[in-house]
């Protein structure tokens, strides 16, 4: 008698911060003939995806530049072409990636304030007034979703506070959020919005997009060292033409493309809620076998949950054995590796695929 064969796991599902899982009509939509960047078969592709691009991050004002790189290339671009040289940039940090923010400002001889909350917490709007009452900046910059802890900052309560100050511009990391959470770029009066792709948004990593504003290039103008692969007065320069100054990943645009049809199909309001849904099936289900949360209440993010390790669990043990169901979480990350777990629930996943993950947690949990 012939035995039936055992089912086979094709790939292990990400419940990563970045990269995240893949859908493979969008792995496919890269493998289309390749095309000059030069061309213009290249520039109906860029033109098409910028009104799609525009609706995301809600703007009708600000262009939308195509980056060949992470978003921690558009911080290097923002902080270079939005601070003067004789002025000064405050950071608002509140984990790793704000942190990490801050430090690429400093790199770049920018003169730095920094407003710091504790991990987990996030930091209060009237921290910022009072800030901006005592010094004068050229621009505050925040990291929306800080991927580290789990935060979701108040930036819309942020953006009413910079707007009183005409001479400062508002600057936002949207990285792990984009497309994942409200974003109102002209209601916010945001200058730079900036995202890549290998989260919320839901592509392979490599490619990212920055909102910039008018006023953002009126600044750059007045700024001699803008370094030269991050100019957005060169990247202006070749947006008119529906283009970039250099090689652009063009695999990950035809990617891009379709996801921005399939994302405004299932429409960005039905995204977001979707998103929002599947954090409270995460905090529901953590608290109930035992976790805490480590974000506080009313900052917790949509896209991804950051537990507190109250069961004092192996990690690297726990995803050995999802693994073999075909399914990895994240440690904590930095200071509160080991004490923290990070299961992502953006982009494309699915409330069905957080009922299977938290099965297997379970399983694990009752077997140790």
Not at 180 to 186: F, I, L, R, S
Not at 360 to 365: H, K, R, S, T, V
Request: glycine letters at 6%; one cysteine or more.
């Amino acid at each position: 008698m012939t035995s039936t064969p055992k089912t086979k796991i094709d790939h292990v599902r990400l419940f990563l911060p970045g990269p995240v899982e893949v859908r493979p009509e969008i792995l496919d939509a890269q493998t289309e003939w390749m095309i000059g960047h030069r061309s213009g078969e290249f520039a109906n592709l860029y033109a098409r995806m910028q009104p799609k691009l525009q609706k995301l991050f809600g703007t009708e004002q600000a262009r939308v530049y195509i980056y060949t790189s992470s978003g921690s290339g558009v911080w290097e671009s923002a902080s270079r072409c939005a601070v003067r040289d004789d002025r000064k940039i405050l950071h608002l940090t509140s984990g790793s990636f704000s942190e990490r923010w801050a430090e690429v400002s400093q790199l770049n001889g920018k003169s730095v304030d920094v407003i710091s909350a504790d991990w987990g917490k996030a930091v209060k709007p009237e921290q910022l007034e009072e800030a901006l009452k005592q010094d004068t900046y050229d621009a505050v910059a925040v990291v929306y979703n800080e991927t580290s802890t789990g935060v979701l900052q108040p930036v819309p309560e942020y953006a009413e506070i910079v707007k009183q100050y005409d001479d400062t511009l508002f600057m936002v990391d949207m990285v792990s959020c984009f497309a994942g959470a409200p974003v109102h770029y002209d209601e916010w009066g945001l200058d730079v919005a900036l995202t890549s792709t290998q989260k919320a948004f839901a592509l392979p990593p490599g490619m990212a997009f920055g909102a910039v504003s008018d006023r953002v290039l009126a600044r750059a103008e007045q700024i001699q060292f803008r370094g030269s692969y991050f100019d957005m007065l060169q990247m202006e320069k070749y947006h008119k033409k529906n283009n970039t100054p250099a090689t652009p990943p063009i695999s990950l645009m035809f990617a891009a493309d379709r996801q921005l049809d399939d994302i405004l199909e299932e429409t960005i309001e039905a995204r977001v809620a979707r998103h929002q849904q599947m954090a409270e099936m995460t905090q529901e289900w953590a608290t109930s076998v035992g976790f805490e949360l480590f974000a506080e209440e009313g900052y917790r993010s949509p896209t991804l949950t950051t537990l507190s390790n109250t069961l004092n669990v192996p990690v690297s043990e726990m995803n050995a054995f999802l693994r073999e169901r075909g399914m990895v979480v994240s440690n904590g990350y930095g200071a509160i590796k080991e004490k923290t777990i990070r299961i992502a629930h953006m982009g494309d996943c699915q409330p069905e695929h957080l009922e299977m993950l938290f099965e297997a947690i379970e399983d694990y949990l009752q077997q140790r």
